[in-house]
């Protein structure tokens, strides 16, 4: 099975992801974690009788618990094939969703870090250094995100002010944990690529510039600049006012 990586940052009121939260405190029950343990190692669809025995409940209490896991994205159900029980009725059967669930605090994105590596040495014939592919890559999806927000939002010519209000809201999404410490300049107090920052912090802290002014371009933000601050206790890139 595929795994999705679901995210969660601590970063204001709406930095919580409220599936992926629901999802994990679901399985804050030993009987709803002992069935969903036993639906993954079924590898096959498992109806509620199945799952009432191998926690050692009644039938009637798995199918609350079952139907909770549902609810909360872990498992789908099905009908069995073939199999009748009842007049005009076939027997729920319940197997997991085809996602793997992380909760993290705070937020990492390595897997956009891996996609623009890959990219980067997919691109190699270029006559590119690796930092150099590796930077454009970067700037490439960056662009490419800001001109899907500005296609979804539509914010019209932008402001400074706006342009960062603008860029909070993705950054957050993305996990930068962006905080807003002055009308003219945001600061992003989140690294999403940490721990790899730290190993090589001038390769790291280059894709960030490079994907946030690719971003700012995209969103047609011309009057905000993604600046490098070194020493930066946080992300190295700050988002202010073109100077």
């Known amino acids: 099975m595929g795994d999705i990586v679901v995210y969660v940052t601590v970063s204001g009121p709406d930095g919580f992801d409220g599936p992926s939260i629901a999802a994990v405190a679901a399985l804050d029950d030993d009987l709803r974690r002992g069935m969903y343990a036993y639906a993954r190692q079924a590898r096959r669809p498992v109806t509620r009788d199945e799952a009432a025995a191998a926690v050692g409940i009644s039938r009637k209490l798995a199918a609350f618990h079952l139907d909770k896991l549902v609810a909360a994205g872990l498992l789908r159900f099905g ?33 956009v870090l891996a996609g623009i590596l890959a990219e980067a040495v997919l691109a190699d014939g270029t006559g590119e250094t690796a930092r150099d592919a590796v930077r454009r890559v970067a700037g490439e999806r960056g662009f490419a995100a800001g001109e899907e927000e500005r296609a979804r939002t539509r914010p019209g ?87």
């Open 79 to 111: 009908f069995a094939a073939g199999q009748v029980v009842k007049v005009g009725r076939r027997p729920k059967v319940y197997e997991p969703v085809e996602e793997a669930i992380q909760v993290q605090i705070p937020a990492r994105r390595h897997e």
């Open 157 to 243: 010519r932008l402001g400074v002010e706006r342009a960062l209000t603008v860029a909070e809201g993705v950054l957050r999404r993305y996990g930068f944990e962006p905080s807003r410490d002055t009308a003219t300049s945001v600061r992003l107090r989140n690294c999403p690529f940490h721990p790899l920052a730290a190993e090589a912090p001038e390769l790291v802290c280059g894709v960030n510039q490079a994907f946030l002014s690719g971003f700012l371009a995209g969103v047609r933000a011309g009057n905000v600049e993604a600046a490098l601050v070194p020493g930066a206790a946080e992300c190295c890139v700050e988002l202010r006012q073109a100077r």
